[in-house]
């Protein structure tokens, strides 16, 4: 019997078929991770109220995310 190079390797518990179940269960509990819903803080919601609408009509406002928005726009 010839000693081929599989042989002369001593067998490994960590087979490639393993490797990519646990890779793909990292990837699903990672994917489970971002879709669940997060204990935030609701009073950070429930604080903000919101503001009384114009006598005028309209409504826009220049709010700082807005203000952000074209000072990234700006070319």
Do not use: F, N
């Given at each position: 019997m010839k000693n081929t190079p599989r042989d002369a390797q001593p067998q490994s518990r960590l087979s490639r078929r393993t490797v990519f179940a646990g890779a793909?269960?990292?990837?699903?509990?990672?994917?489970?991770a971002?879709?669940?819903?997060?204990g935030a803080a609701?009073?950070?919601?429930?604080?903000a109220?919101?503001?009384?609408a114009p006598e005028?009509?309209?409504?826009y406002a220049l709010?700082?995310?807005?203000?952000?928005?074209?000072?990234t726009a700006r070319l």
């Open positions: 793909t269960t990292v990837g699903a509990l990672a994917a489970a971002t879709v669940l819903p997060r609701p009073e950070a919601t429930a604080a109220e919101p503001k009384p005028r009509g309209g409504g709010s700082d995310h807005i203000k952000h928005y074209y000072q």
